[in-house]
């Protein structure tokens, strides 16, 4: 008897440069496809969402978490959304041309049926 291929939702809520988050959920990820499970979209919420942002200049010797996680998401053809009013609130623009795309919460809610959510 064949199970059905378990898809992922990620809720990604903090800040791409204030803690692990980012680097944990891009191992997630890979680990996940790794073995053979499917991930539908990666949403950013609250300071998340400075992941989309382009005026963000790192020091070269910093990862860029944001970056990796758009790379590995374009790969993969995973959905890479941000929540359009949380990045409104922080001052990001959401008419960027970038593989990040501008969403609604309600969205994301409609969209994670049939999905394990996973939070970061």
Do not use: H, W
């Not at 496809?33 to 400075?50: N, P, S």
């Not at 200049?57 to 941000?82: H, N, R, T, V």
């Amino acid at each position: 008897m064949k199970t059905a291929l378990t898809r992922f939702s990620l809720l990604l809520t903090q800040s791409p440069f204030a803690n692990q988050s980012f680097a944990s959920a891009i191992q997630f990820i890979a680990a996940a496809l790794t073995e053979g499970f499917a991930i539908e979209q990666v949403f950013l919420y609250e300071d998340a969402v400075f992941a989309a942002s382009d005026a963000i200049d790192l020091p070269s010797d910093e990862p860029d978490l944001a970056a990796m996680l758009a790379k590995l998401c374009q790969q993969q053809q995973i959905d890479l959304l941000y929540c359009v009013t949380a990045a409104e609130k922080r001052g990001i623009a959401t008419n960027v041309e970038s593989y990040f795309t501008a969403a609604g919460l309600a969205e994301f809610a409609m969209r994670i049926t049939n999905t394990k959510l996973v939070q970061f």
